[in-house]
């Protein structure tokens, strides 16, 4: 079994961190672009699940991001968003600004893959980078590769220039694995918008009791 990750960006004009990891932790890296791309090497590989950091899906009752439209009073978050309050996991809200960009090019990209027969989850690396204990983006990159290195990723992981959206995509790799594991969970309403994230019981994280 395969897991790929996708560190999506807004736009096809900036990098896309995109990770295929196996069940032993070796992960193979590498930047893309268009839409075309990243479904390229999703096809090539046929991962069992497809792990993307960006929302997948909108708030309920919205039927767009735009802020003339009467849908807006339905509001900025997803009840899987309001969890990540609660486990006091911070995000920007879908509706924030280039996060409009990202949401909507990753639903189109989850339909896409979808219409392949590919099971796709939103993830999101913040919160496995929090739930896991692993280094936070002030501590720099090169902390939180050595702390994927000691944690057992192998592979482009000793790449010394990885970039940061590699990384993000490798986190969210590991989601999907864990997630295939049963060692994650799905927070939020199934019928508007599911998260998988590390679960926070098996992880200690906040006594887990929260959720
Ligand atoms: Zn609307």
Not at 54 to 83: N, S, T, W, Y
Not at 180 to 196: C, N, R
């Amino acid at each position: 079994m395969k897991v790929a990750g996708v560190d999506l960006a807004g736009s096809p004009t900036r990098p896309t961190g995109f990770c295929i990891l196996d069940m032993g932790l070796y992960a193979k890296t590498k930047l893309l672009y268009k839409d075309e791309e990243i479904v390229n090497e999703i096809l090539a590989v046929k991962p069992t699940i497809v792990s993307i950091d960006a929302p997948l899906a909108l708030p309920r009752g919205r039927c767009c991001l735009k802020d003339d439209c009467q849908c807006r009073k339905a509001g900025h978050l997803r009840e899987c968003d309001k969890v990540l309050l609660k486990l006091k996991i911070k995000f920007f809200p879908l509706t924030l600004g280039p996060m409009r960009k990202l949401t909507l090019r990753g639903i189109n990209l989850t339909k896409i893959l979808s219409q392949k027969g590919f099971k796709v989850i939103e993830s999101f690396p913040n919160s496995i980078k929090i739930i896991l204990g692993f280094p936070g983006k002030k501590e720099g990159l090169e902390k939180l590769r050595k702390a994927l290195i000691d944690y057992g990723i192998k592979g482009d992981i000793n790449k010394k220039k990885i970039t940061e959206h590699e990384l993000d995509a490798i986190l969210s790799a590991l989601v999907g694995k864990l997630y295939l594991e049963g060692k994650a969970v799905e927070i939020g309403d199934p019928d508007e918008a599911l998260m998988v994230i590390p679960n926070p019981k098996i992880y200690n994280y906040l006594k887990g009791n929260l959720i």
